[in-house]
């Protein structure tokens, strides 16, 4: 098992930057994608990055140039640095794990921009 915590989650305004971080703990396996994704009421999930054990990554059109994607290896912990936040980008953020055949999700962090 593998579980994923999420934190750095908060309210911020327009154009404001936050910094979500994701820790690993458990059996981890490599190679192994670790991922960003959010989800906003009524919406469907939406991947938002992912970056692999070699530290390749890529982006959704909707956040390429704003979101960085980052890891830690010897952490375990992985990154999502955002800039220049809008009001679309409010939503619940989760961080995602793909080992083998297994995926995990952790519990959700609320990132909310609003003036």
């Known amino acids: 098992q593998v579980q994923l915590v999420e934190s750095g989650g908060g309210s911020v305004q327009p154009g404001g930057s936050l910094r979500l971080s994701c820790a690993a703990s458990?059996?981890?396996?490599?190679?192994?994608?670790m991922g960003w994704y959010r989800q906003a009421p009524g919406n469907q999930r939406e991947l938002l990055a992912v970056?692999?054990?070699?530290?390749?990554?890529n982006y959704a059109d909707s956040v390429k140039g704003r979101f960085t994607i980052s890891r830690d290896s010897a952490k375990l912990t992985m990154y999502l640095q955002m800039n220049s936040l809008k009001a679309e980008d409010t939503a619940v953020y989760y961080c995602?794990?793909?080992?083998?055949?297994?995926?995990?999700w952790g519990q959700g962090t609320q990132v909310t921009v609003s003036s």
């Open positions: 458990g059996s981890i396996t490599s190679p192994n994608t």
């Open positions: 970056i692999n054990s070699g530290g390749s990554t």
């Open positions: 995602n794990a793909v080992m083998g055949a297994r995926t995990y």
